[in-house]
């Protein structure tokens, strides 16, 4: 395992030792040691999730406010997705900049997303399998969002020419401004 980059403040573009053969390959997808050595963030996760789309499917962005904020290692193990992460803790000194990368089932990269940001993606092909995992459990309560399009953060989506499905939820989400005081 290899840290590509620190995009932004504590948040961490992974890359595996892939080790193939005749038979395929091998990769360790996670190592606590390893990627508390790497990346210095703790790496106490408590569940795991997965997910499935059909090309153009946008999830995001996403959040946890307050004491039930998660951190998440995410990932793709079928097709390709444009993956985002938002700095939305007011304190850091990347507040409100986002980065954006491919992660594919060929390329085996990883994002580390902390605590405080939000986090979304677009799936590039049918059948994307996404999965991740989070150090904290899932509160709905305690779910919040920005709306993916939200001019003042102003992602570039590499979306155009594509019909995009978002769910109802995700139609709905907060702009940067309604966001700000639910932020810490
Ligand atoms: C996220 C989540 C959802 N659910 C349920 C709630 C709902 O009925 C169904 C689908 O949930 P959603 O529509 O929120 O799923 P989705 O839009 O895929 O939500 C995910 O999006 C990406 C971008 C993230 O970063 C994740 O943290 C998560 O928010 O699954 C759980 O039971 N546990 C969970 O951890």
């Known amino acids: 395992m290899k840290v590509l980059s620190e995009p932004l403040k504590d948040c961490f573009l992974l890359e595996p030792t892939v080790f193939g053969d005749h038979r395929g390959y091998f990769f360790e997808s996670f190592n606590d040691v390893l990627f508390e050595q790497l990346t210095g963030q703790n790496s106490h996760f408590v569940q795991d999730n997965q997910s499935k789309s059909s090309r153009g499917v946008l999830r995001g962005i996403h959040m946890q406010k307050g004491g039930a904020a998660q951190a998440k290692l995410v990932r793709v193990v079928a097709g390709a997705v444009w993956d985002v992460a938002v700095d939305l803790r007011p304190s850091s000194p990347t507040y409100k900049q986002w980065f954006g990368v491919e992660l594919t089932a060929e390329n085996h990269r990883m994002l580390y997303v902390p605590r405080g940001f939000g986090h979304g993606f ?63």
């Open 122 to 184: 677009v799936t590039l092909e049918d059948d994307t399998i996404f999965t991740y995992k989070c150090d904290n459990h899932y509160s709905v309560a305690d779910e919040i969002g920005l709306m993916y399009n939200d001019a003042a953060i102003g992602i570039q989506w590499p979306i155009e020419g594509m019909d995009i499905k978002l769910s109802e939820k995700d139609g709905r989400l907060m702009s940067i401004s309604e966001l700000e005081p639910h932020l810490k």
